[in-house]
């Protein structure tokens, strides 16, 4: 999956899956995420700065595993 650096204090970058709808967020603490059955609306938004404070909260709704390093 490639990843976007994106602005953010909390997030180092994102990665999406259209066919899947998982999206994948590295967060500067060095963990890494799959969030599953994301819309791609979220995804779009997570590419603007501070993304975690606009949709942080709706994306921990969804099933999530931590990627492994």
Same mark, same amino acid.
């Given at each position: 999956m490639n990843m976007t650096?994106?602005?953010s204090d909390n997030v180092r970058a @994102?990665?999406?899956d259209h066919g899947?709808?998982?999206l994948r967020v590295t967060? !500067?603490?060095g963990g890494t995420y799959d969030y599953y059955n994301v819309p @791609?609306?979220?995804f779009e938004?997570?590419?603007l700065p501070h993304p975690w404070? !606009?949709?942080g909260r709706q994306i921990k709704a969804?099933?999530?595993s931590r990627v492994a390093a």
């Open positions: 650096p994106v602005t @994102v990665g999406y899947t709808q998982v967060f !500067r603490s @791609v609306h979220l938004v997570m590419l404070r !606009r949709v969804h099933r999530y």
